[in-house]
């Protein structure tokens, strides 16, 4: 399925990149400066970097949070922030027009037609208001003659591209009724559908499944392929940079540290910097490696000497849709179909799947977050028999961690303030006792207690993570729901965040409902794996039991999907599915499709 070969897909890259370098670039930059003012003046973000684009290139561009990659990209747009940020010198030359010349109006008949963008956040990059398939057609239409009709073709024709399934309904949905991993689609869907001679993709994979990942990726190497389109690539992932990249940037602290072959960076990095990357990259089989055969805390399967933490028997979670003249319930989101599975004291079960499958659903009606039938419990308490006051209780055991740290905090509170809280909320102890135990928070997660009075906007991404970490440790749960907590993160910070997790479990015995996409980091974190798919559960084990011999076909394929980080095993293609995504929406009455459950886990699973 995979397709993957060595010598041949190596000596593919050298003839490939031996032809793009022969050719006249399509985008030049050349000692390109960018400057941001602030209180303390002005500084330097990106400093004299150059470089060429080759027509039907993918050239990469890698490094930490801050160190300058996505305001290249917004300087190429014409879209810094202005007055803040400005370009201070150097040029930048699509074939042979001056960008930096070029005034408003004349840039934006280029931006979206000649040079497109897919930004990392799609919820602030597609408008709230608007349905998708008036934004969709609108970029089509600014840009064409094509009457409104074939507008509306050719953005079904783009939603299609991207395998968003019920592609003509979707037009009529407005961004929030879309998953985090579909309003990524759309905005893939939205930069293609024109067919741009360059295409510039800023973390465009962070959101999505392995699966879709993989077909997004052999999307754009499809428009390649066809239209010679050429691709700056942004990404923190360096299994994506092994499986697209003919030549890799890499930058720290706003300039380029280096730069060269894909395969040359892998195979003999000459940056220190370069090799701190690599060596945090996460890799199927290497968190395997010299751990316990239970897992990765060499815990066992089901340990029948203590109680569990949470215990979820039969959950349903289903979200009505109204329709038809009277507004009428007609059809249901079937999200989560007999969901049963326990967590242990001190245990990482770790619920992967796809973009969709219920993974996030499950996790905020253990939170509390979402109505729901079945049963849950925690510490052996029925929530569902609990008054407010014991649900109020409960909830000091359960706490989340989400992936969006910066959505997660209020941007007006000191984050000494966030982190404390909690503490309020539940009367816990005086205001200097509080103050204690959140400075020996900060500590604990690797922040100094002087940061306490800084604002959220104030830390970096990877910072604002443990920031959270400590605000969920503050009540000194029992459980943390780990909702993509690390798929935002660069590899080095990331590999950062797992060691603090697993230092964290250790030392507070603290259990993990750890929810990911990353299958490389599920199997570095985890004791035990259930893998979902539209709702359900159709595979669990532990984490070498699944990872090793994964039964069910639809494991086998996650586990597949995994970019390698090495250019010299990349796939020759992706197998993409033949048939369409199924949907989780269905009328009243109409029952969900029995899915068969692989257990190999040996026991205490309670099949739907």
């Known amino acids: 399925m995979s397709g993957r070969t060595e010598g041949g897909a190596k000596e593919y890259r050298l003839r490939r990149v031996a032809v793009l370098m022969t050719a006249a670039p399509i985008l030049t930059v050349s000692n390109l400066t960018v400057s941001v003012r602030g209180e303390e003046g002005e500084r330097e973000v990106v400093s004299d970097l150059s470089f060429a684009l080759q027509s039907g290139e993918t050239l990469c561009i890698v490094g930490e949070s801050g160190s300058g990659k996505s305001m290249t990209s917004l300087a190429i747009m014409a879209l810094l922030p202005r007055p803040a940020a400005r370009i201070k010198s150097?040029?930048?030359?699509?074939?042979?027009?001056?960008?930096?010349?070029?005034?408003?109006?004349?840039?934006?008949?280029?931006?979206?037609?000649?040079?497109?963008?897919?930004?990392?956040?799609?919820?602030?990059?597609?408008?709230?208001?608007?349905?998708?398939?008036?934004?969709?057609?609108?970029?089509?239409?600014?840009?064409?003659?094509?009457?409104?009709?074939?507008?509306?073709?050719?953005?079904?024709?783009?939603?299609?591209?991207?395998?968003?399934?019920?592609?003509?309904?979707?037009l009529k949905q407005y961004p929030h009724e879309l998953s985090g991993g579909m309003r990524q689609r759309v905005m893939i869907a939205m930069a293609l559908a024109l067919q741009p001679d360059v295409l510039i993709a800023d973390e465009p994979t962070t959101a999505l499944d392995v699966t879709v990942q993989g077909e997004v990726l052999e999307l754009l190497r499809d428009l390649q392929r066809e239209n010679g389109t050429s691709v700056i690539l942004i990404t923190h992932d360096m299994g994506v940079v092994a499986e697209?990249?003919?030549?890799?940037?890499?930058?720290?602290?706003?300039?380029?540290?280096?730069?060269?072959?894909?395969?040359?960076?892998?195979?003999?990095?000459?940056?220190?910097?370069?090799?701190?990357?690599?060596?945090?990259?996460?890799?199927?089989?290497?968190?395997?490696?010299?751990?316990?055969?239970?897992?990765?805390?060499?815990?066992?399967?089901?340990?029948?000497?203590?109680?569990?933490?949470?215990?979820?028997?039969?959950?349903?979670?289903?979200?009505?849709?109204?329709?038809?003249?009277?507004?009428?319930?007609?059809?249901?989101?079937?999200?989560?179909?007999?969901?049963?599975?326990?967590?242990?004291?001190?245990?990482?079960?770790?619920?992967v799947g796809e973009s969709g499958c219920g993974k996030s659903t499950t996790a905020k009606a253990i939170a509390g977050l979402v109505p729901y039938t079945g049963g849950i419990a925690i510490n052996g308490r029925d929530l569902a028999s609990l008054g407010a006051a014991g649900r109020k209780a409960a909830r000091r055991d359960v706490q989340m961690i989400f992936q969006d740290p910066y959505a997660s905090l209020d941007p007006r509170m000191r984050v000494g303030d966030l982190v404390a809280e909690p503490l309020v909320i539940h009367r816990i102890g005086d205001s200097d006792e509080r103050q204690a135990r959140v400075a020996a928070l900060f500590e604990r997660v690797g922040l100094s207690p002087e940061h306490m009075d800084r604002y959220p906007h104030e830390f970096s991404g990877g910072q604002r993570q443990r920031i959270c970490i400590a605000r969920a440790l503050a009540l000194r749960p029992k459980l943390i729901v780990a909702d993509e907590s690390v798929s935002a993160l660069d590899v080095s910070v990331q590999a950062r965040v797992l060691r603090l997790l697993k230092d964290l479990q250790r030392e507070f015995g603290v259990a993990y409902l750890f929810i990911s996409h990353d299958m490389a980091v599920v199997e570095n974190i985890s004791d035990r794996v259930a893998v979902m798919y539209l709702g359900q559960i159709v595979e669990m084990g532990t984490r070498d039991q699944v990872f090793s011999s994964p039964g069910h076909p639809y494991t086998k394929r996650l586990i597949e999907a995994v970019p390698v980080p090495e250019p010299a095993l990349r796939r020759v293609r992706f197998a993409r599915l033949d048939s369409e995504i199924p949907s989780a929406v269905r009328r009243v009455g109409d029952a969900p499709p029995k899915l068969r459950l692989q257990d190999i886990g040996g026991g205490h699973l309670v099949a739907a």
């Open 90 to 170: 150097g040029t930048i030359r699509l074939g042979d027009t001056e960008l930096t010349a070029l005034d408003e109006g004349r840039m934006r008949r280029i931006r979206g037609d000649r040079i497109a963008m897919i930004f990392q956040e799609p919820m602030t990059s597609l408008n709230p208001v608007l349905t998708i398939g008036r934004q969709l057609m609108e970029a089509i239409e600014a840009h064409t003659a094509l009457p409104r009709n074939e507008a509306r073709r050719k953005a079904i024709e783009a939603l299609n591209a991207v395998r968003i399934p019920a592609a003509e309904s979707r």
């Open 244 to 351: 697209m990249a003919d030549r890799v940037i890499i930058m720290r602290h706003g300039r380029m540290v280096e730069t060269g072959r894909a395969l040359d960076i892998f195979a003999r990095p000459r940056a220190d910097y370069t090799r701190e990357l690599l060596a945090a990259v996460p890799r199927i089989g290497k968190g395997r490696e010299g751990g316990a055969a239970g897992g990765a805390t060499g815990f066992s399967s089901q340990p029948e000497t203590s109680r569990n933490v949470a215990e979820v028997r039969d959950l349903h979670v289903r979200f009505d849709l109204h329709g038809g003249f009277f507004g009428r319930v007609d059809r249901r989101v079937h999200a989560v179909e007999g969901v049963s599975f326990s967590i242990a004291p001190g245990e990482t079960l770790s619920l």
